[in-house]
C-alpha cells in the first residue's frame, strides 16, 4: 500500500484537478420520450479526495459514477480528467482509460464465475500492456486486502465479504488513479460492510482518490466530503465534519 | 540488429502470451459448460468424421478397384461400339445399343499383317438367361465370345476344355461354366458332358472355369461362355458385338496398336475420314480404362465429401446458437471485462476464439473419430478377402482441420461482434 501512496502522492495534487466536470448532461431517448436523467452537474475532484455521491434511487448518482468512470459518455457538458478532454475519445481510448485510471467496484460484486479468486483479480492486467509478473501482482494485491489464503478458491466458495475485497483488489491491481465504489456494502450484511469501508478508508489514508456513491446517510459520512444528487442536479457539496472511522465491532446501520 | 530482434521477439511473446491467455479463458469457459461444449461439438464431429471415413473408405475402394482392373492385365486395348471423347466413356458404356462392332472386325483385326502387335483377339457379345439343369434353374451371365478369350482375359479351366476354332462360327450348342453356375445348377455331381437347356436350346457342357471372383465389378463365375455365333443367333438374335479385347504383346507396343486397330476398323468400316472424328468405334488401352475409373470413382468420392460436409454447415449454425446464448448470458460477464479495460476487439477476439476452439476440437476429434471408423472398415474388409488399403490422406486432414477452423471463424462471427458492440452500462446493468 505505501508503493501506492507514494506513487500517488508523486503525481502531486497539481494545479489542475484530478476531475472537472461542467455543466454535464444525460438524457436517455426511448422512442419520443425523453428522459434528463443528469441537468448540468459541475465539480472537481482533487487527487486524493474521499468523495460520497449520495441520493435517493433514480437520482442519477449512478449515471454520474458511469460517466466519470468512462464506462458511459454524456449527452453535453465538459469532462476533464487530469486536463485531458474525455467527451471526444473513442471507444477503444476510453476502455484504454478505464483499463490505466480506474478501478470499479460494483454492488454485486460482478465477479466471473466458476473463476477462481486469483484469475479474478488478474483479469484487468490482462487487458494491460507490460504489466510485468501479472500473478505477483494480483497475490499481493489479494494479501493487502486480507485474502491471501484464498487464491485458488473459486468464487462461489467465498463469502459475500470476501467476494467484495476480491472485487477491491480487482479494482486496486491495475494501480488506478481512482477508485468508484458503486453501493459497495449494499448487498453485504453490516459486519462484511464495516471491513469494506475500512478498507476503503484505509486505502484513502494511503493516497487514493475514492468515490463511494451510495443513498446511505451513514456509509456516506465515511468520506471527507459528501455530493448530494437528487432529480439529476447538485442538491447540496459539503465536507463531512464529524467523519466515521470503520473499524471492528462497529456496524453498519 | 540484435536490439530490434529482441524487440520483435518480445512483442512477439507478449502478443503469444495473451493469445493462449485467450485460449485457457476459451477452453475454461467451454469446460464450465462441458455437456452443451461436447453437442455443440458433436455436429462438426459427425461432420468432419463422415467426411473422412468417406474420403477414406472411397480411397480404399478406388484401390480395390484399380488393383482388380490391373490383374485384369494393362497390355489390353479394348474396342467399343460408338465414338466418343477422348476422356469421357464412350456412349455404349451409357446403355445405347450401337450397332457397328461385327464378327468380321473380330476376323480383320485377328490378321497380322493389320495389328503385327496382337497377340489374340476377343469379341463379346453379353446377355442374361436362365440355364436349367433337368429340375434345376438358374438365373446368369450368357457371354458369346471367341476362342482367344483365356489368353486375353486370363483364367484358366478347372475341368474340360474350352470350344475351339471351328465351334466359334458352326453354332455348336456347346458351354464353358463358372464355378458359381456349376454348383447352383449341378452341386456336387459330374460336369462334364452333361446337357443343360438355355432357352429352348440345349447346350453341352465342355468346361468348367476355375473360381477367380469379382474383377472391377464382373463376376467370373457366374457366368456361361458359348462361342459367339451361337449366343448371337440362337441366343441374343443380333448380328453385333457388345466389346471388342486385344492383348498386345508388350505395354510399349500399345501406342501403335492402337493406331492399328483404329486403321484396320475405319478401313472395315469404310470410313475415308483418318482423324477419328467420323469413326463409330472407340479404341481404349487399359492404362486409359484406369485413369477413367479414377476420375469416375473420384467424382463420386468428392461427391459424397461434399455431401457430408453440408452437415457442417448445420454444425455451424448450431454453434452460431448456441454462442448467441452464451453472449446473452454472459452480458454481465461482457460488461465487467469492459469495465476492467477490455476492448471490443478483445471482447471479439474472445468470442470467436471460443468458438474455433469448439469447431477445432470437434475437427480433431472427428478426425480421428473418423480414421478409427476408417481403419476398422479396412481391418474387416482384409479380413474378408478384399485386398483393401487404408488410406487417410494427409490432404484430407489438413483440409478437416481448416474447414472446421473456418467453420468456427464464420459463424463464431456474428454473435462475437454481437458481443463486442455490447455497452459497458447497459451489459453490466443486464439481469
Not at chain 1, 473513442?90 to 479468486?117: C, H, S, Y
Not at chain 1, 471491513?195 to 451513514?218: D, K, S
Not at chain 2, 474340360?160 to 456336387?188: C, D, M, P, W, Y
Request: one cysteine or more; proline letters at 2%.
Amino acid at each position: 500500500m505505501t508503493t501506492l501512496a507514494t506513487q500517488n502522492r508523486s503525481k502531486g495534487a497539481g494545479s489542475t484537478p484530478l476531475i472537472n466536470v461542467q455543466n454535464l448532461t444525460k438524457s436517455y431517448t426511448a422512442g419520443e420520450v425523453v428522459t434528463k436523467v443528469l441537468q448540468g452537474i459541475s465539480f472537481n475532484i482533487e487527487k486524493g479526495e474521499f468523495v460520497s455521491i449520495m441520493g435517493p434511487s433514480g437520482s442519477g448518482k449512478s449515471t454520474l459514477m458511469h460517466i466519470l468512470g468512462f464506462l458511459e459518455k454524456a449527452t453535453g457538458g465538459h469532462y476533464e480528467f487530469e486536463g485531458k478532454d474525455i467527451t471526444k475519445l473513442q471507444d477503444d481510448e476510453l476502455a484504454k482509460m478505464r483499463n490505466e485510471k480506474i478501478g470499479f467496484v460494483f454492488q454485486a460484486f460482478n465477479l466471473l464465475p466458476r473463476t477462481t479468486v486469483l484469475e479474478n483479480v488478474k483479469l484487468p492486467l490482462t487487458y494491460a500492456v507490460g504489466k510485468g509478473d501479472i500473478n505477483e501482482t494480483a497475490k499481493q494485491v489479494l494479501e493487502s486486502v486480507g485474502l491471501g489464503h484464498r487464491l485458488d478458491y473459486y468464487t462461489n466458495q467465498i463469502s459475500g465479504g470476501e467476494k467484495q475485497r476480491v472485487a477491491i483488489a480487482r479494482a486496486l491491481v491495475n494501480n488506478p488513479t481512482i477508485i468508484f465504489a458503486d453501493e459497495p456494502t449494499g448487498n453485504l450484511d453490516s459486519k462484511s460492510g464495516v471491513q469494506i469501508m475500512e478498507i476503503l478508508q484505509r486505502l484513502n489514508n494511503a493516497g487514493n482518490t475514492i468515490i463511494l456513491v451510495t443513498h446511505e446517510t451513514y456509509t456516506s459520512e465515511h468520506a471527507k466530503r459528501i455530493i448530494q444528487i437528487k432529480d439529476g442536479k447538485i442538491i447540496d457539496d459539503y465536507p463531512v465534519l464529524n467523519r466515521r472511522v470503520a473499524h471492528d465491532g462497529e456496524t453498519l446501520k | 540488429m540484435n536490439i530490434e530482434y529482441c524487440k520483435l521477439s518480445i512483442i512477439k511473446l507478449i502478443m503469444f502470451s495473451k493469445f493462449s491467455q485467450s485460449v485457457a479463458t476459451s477452453i475454461t469457459a467451454l469446460l464450465a459448460n462441458k455437456a452443451r461444449s461436447f453437442l455443440t461439438m458433436l455436429g462438426i464431429i459427425i461432420g468432419v468424421g463422415a467426411v473422412i471415413v468417406i474420403m477414406a473408405v472411397g480411397a480404399g475402394a478406388q484401390s480395390l478397384i484399380l488393383a482388380q482392373v490391373e490383374t485384369l492385365g494393362t497390355n489390353l486395348i479394348g474396342v467399343m461400339p460408338g465414338k466418343s471423347d477422348e476422356a469421357g466413356p464412350p456412349t455404349s458404356a451409357m446403355g445405347i445399343v450401337i450397332t457397328t462392332l461385327t464378327y468380321e472386325d473380330v476376323m480383320a483385326l485377328r490378321e497380322k499383317s493389320n495389328v503385327p502387335n496382337a497377340v489374340d483377339v476377343v469379341g463379346y457379345t453379353n446377355g442374361t438367361g436362365t440355364a436349367n439343369w433337368g429340375s434345376n434353374s438358374y438365373d446368369t451371365n450368357l457371354k458369346g465370345v471367341t476362342v482367344g478369350y483365356i489368353e486375353v482375359e486370363g483364367g484358366e479351366l478347372d475341368n474340360g476344355r474350352f470350344f475351339s476354332k471351328e465351334e466359334e462360327t458352326n453354332l455348336s450348342r456347346v458351354a464353358v461354366i463358372g464355378s458359381t453356375v456349376k454348383k447352383e445348377l449341378f452341386g456336387e455331381s459330374e460336369v462334364i458332358g452333361q446337357r443343360i437347356k438355355i432357352k429352348k436350346h440345349t447346350f453341352e457342357v465342355i468346361g468348367v472355369m476355375a473360381e477367380r471372383g469379382t474383377v472391377a465389378f464382373q463376376d467370373y463365375d457366374d457366368q456361361i461362355l458359348m462361342p459367339i455365333k451361337t449366343m448371337q443367333k440362337l441366343i441374343a438374335g443380333v448380328n453385333y458385338l457388345g466389346l471388342i479385347r486385344i492383348k498386345i504383346d508388350s505395354e510399349e507396343n500399345i501406342d501403335r496398336a492402337i493406331s492399328d486397330v483404329e486403321m484396320t476398323l475405319r478401313d472395315q468400316h469404310d470410313i475415308a475420314d483418318l482423324s477419328g472424328d467420323s469413326d463409330d468405334f472407340s479404341v481404349r488401352s487399359a492404362a486409359e480404362a484406369l485413369d477413367m475409373i479414377t476420375v469416375i470413382t473420384d467424382a463420386l468420392r468428392y461427391f459424397l465429401a461434399a455431401m457430408a460436409a453440408l452437415s457442417l454447415i448445420v454444425g455451424g449454425i448450431g454453434i452460431m446458437n448456441i454462442m448467441l446464448v452464451s453472449v446473452t448470458e454472459r452480458t454481465r460477464e461482457i460488461g465487467l471485462r469492459k469495465a476492467v479495460g477490455a476492448n471490443n476487439f478483445n471482447i471479439m477476439s474472445q468470442f470467436l476464439i471460443e468458438a474455433v476452439v469448439v469447431t477445432l476440437l470437434g475437427g480433431i476429434i472427428g478426425i480421428i473419430g473418423g480414421a478409427v471408423f476408417s481403419y476398422l472398415i479396412a481391418v474387416i474388409a482384409n479380413f474378408m478377402g478384399y485386398d483393401w488399403a487404408f488410406v487417410v490422406s494427409l490432404l484430407s486432414i489438413v483440409l478437416a482441420i481448416a474447414v472446421s477452423t473456418a467453420v468456427g471463424l464464420i459463424f463464431g462471427l456474428y454473435p462475437a461482434r454481437k458481443a463486442s458492440m455490447l455497452e459497458p452500462v447497459e451489459a453490466l446493468r443486464y439481469e
